[in-house]
């Protein structure tokens, strides 16, 4: 998945001018031109951190997020959210529906997923040019042979990989010991930057100098960092024809980057490449092309269970709820 890219807003100035006499000295008015209702993202993109807005049940929320490289980052630290909530990795997803409480678990989603797939792993032929003796391959190589080349190369791929992991570019968000720090106002959140209390976007360079200069006008977020959680199951409930490719984008965006900032492996799982949720979320990126890849594209949705997105989607938004810290 690809980070969102900090485009570098030009900014024209006027030219100095010598003050009427007959006017009156209002002082230095040097700043940005901007057009009207057009947001100075300056600060932002000299820091390489966003504001983001983000909807869930209970509520809307403003907070901050940033990506660095994975070598530079400390995660956060979960050891006391763990302990206060020890089967946070298994926790049920209770919501209220019509008054009736419906408890969700994680082994309905997988029982779910598990049907939704029984009649393509059917289809499936086990025989990849593989042997169960380990004697032969389809192509009659030697694979006794090949065993100590191949550890060999495994133990370089390992290395090589544990390099490109460390230069990788991960997501962190304002948080503290596992939970995601989320503001009803602009001001409550400038207020909290100021206020020096700990949080995991402290570790970043320049966080000093943009704490000092944030206003609660800035905290704006881009159309692309505002997220409606909050509307995802409702929207899938409704079925294949009203389905939102863009919220259900949007939203399997976002989800993946607080289960990895907020270390949420459940959460991360059911989003992980081959899961049921990934498939829809590639099939509906490929629904929204023109063309044949468009075509195709609907028709995967066409197969994916209504009732095993919507069901995965509330235990995903009940899972990243629970890790929410919300501030006044």
Same mark, same amino acid.
């Given at each position: 998945m690809g980070n969102p890219t900090h485009t570098e807003v030009s900014v024209a100035? #006027? @030219?100095p001018q010598r003050p009427d006499a007959d006017e009156p000295d209002l002082g230095d008015t040097d700043g940005p031109d901007l057009e009207p209702g057009t947001v100075d993202r300056s600060l932002w993109d000299e820091f390489s951190i966003d504001p983001v807005e983000i909807a869930l049940p209970a509520g809307t929320g403003f907070t901050l997020r940033a990506y660095r490289s994975a070598r530079e980052l400390t995660p956060t630290d979960v050891a006391e959210r763990d302990e206060d909530d020890p089967f946070l990795a298994r926790r049920q997803v209770v919501e209220t529906e019509d008054d009736e409480e419906v408890v969700i678990l994680d082994e309905e989603f997988a029982a779910l997923s598990a049907e939704d797939?029984?009649?393509d792993a059917d289809r499936k032929?086990?025989?990849d040019g593989k042997r169960a003796d380990g004697k032969r391959d389809a192509d009659g190589t030697d694979t006794?042979? $090949?065993d100590t080349d191949a550890d060999s190369a495994d133990e370089d791929a390992d290395g090589d990989e544990e390099d490109a992991d460390g230069d990788e570019e991960v997501p962190v968000f304002l948080s503290h010991k596992g939970r995601l &720090? &989320?503001?009803? $106002?602009p001001e409550s959140l400038v207020t909290f930057i100021r206020s020096g209390a700990p949080h995991d &976007? @402290? #570790?970043l360079d320049g966080w000093n100098e943009l704490s000092e200069r944030v206003e609660p006008a800035d905290i704006a977020p881009r159309d692309e960092d505002t997220y409606e959680l909050d509307l995802v199951v409702e929207n899938l409930r =409704? =079925?294949?024809? $009203?389905w939102d490719p863009t919220l259900l984008i949007e939203a399997g965006e976002v989800a993946r980057d607080l289960s990895y900032a907020l270390r949420l492996p459940a959460v991360l799982d059911m989003l992980s490449a081959g899961s049921s949720l990934d498939d829809l979320d590639e099939a509906l990126r490929a629904s929204v092309n023109g063309g044949v =890849?468009?075509?195709? =594209?609907?028709?995967r949705l066409k197969k994916i269970g209504a009732q095993t997105a919507s069901l995965g989607w509330r235990t995903i938004v009940g899972k990243i709820s629970a890790v929410v810290d919300w501030r006044d």
């Open positions: 100035r #006027q @030219s797939d029984e009649d032929d086990d025989a006794d042979a $090949t &720090l &989320l503001f009803k $106002t &976007l @402290s #570790q =409704g =079925g294949h024809d $009203t =890849g468009g075509f195709l =594209g609907r028709r």
